[in-house]
């Protein structure tokens, strides 16, 4: 079993860029495709982007493609999100998933088998 930790949120300007980190532990982390989703205030958690085991395929959420890009180093049991031109609208808190490298959720949106807890990304008009 797979226990995610993420890091990098924080406060940051419109138009500015973070990268998120999701570090992997517990298991070997190649085994697992990874996703990233977000909860804003008030609303239900939705995905943003995902990646297959081996990080040769991806697959973006429509309100972040062409800004967001999702990676995985397995050699660092590490996934990451580089989020560029950030909006107010992106504010919301970010949380890495993980299933097993047999699933397809990560190309189809739908939700992961392990979570982290989440860090939190505000972004300011």
């Known amino acids: 079993q797979v226990q995610l930790v993420e890091s990098g949120g924080g406060l940051v300007q419109a138009g500015a860029s973070l990268r998120l980190s999701c570090a992997a532990s517990?298991?070997?982390?190649?085994?697992?495709?990874m996703g990233w989703f977000r909860q804003a205030p008030g609303k239900d958690r939705e995905f943003v982007a995902g990646?297959?085991?081996?990080?040769?395929?991806?697959y973006y959420a429509d309100s972040v493609k062409d800004r967001f890009t999702i990676s995985k180093d397995n050699a660092k049991n590490t996934g990451y999100l580089q989020m560029n031109s950030l909006k107010p609208e992106d504010t919301a808190v970010y949380y890495c998933?993980?299933?097993?490298?047999?699933?397809?959720?990560?190309?189809?949106?739908?939700?992961?088998?392990?979570w982290g807890k989440g860090t939190l990304v505000t972004v300011s008009s």
């Open positions: 998933g993980a299933e097993s490298r047999y699933g397809g959720s990560w190309a189809l949106g739908y939700d992961m088998d392990y």
């Open positions: 517990g298991s070997t982390f190649s085994s697992y495709n």
């Open positions: 990646i297959n085991w081996s990080g040769g395929s991806t």
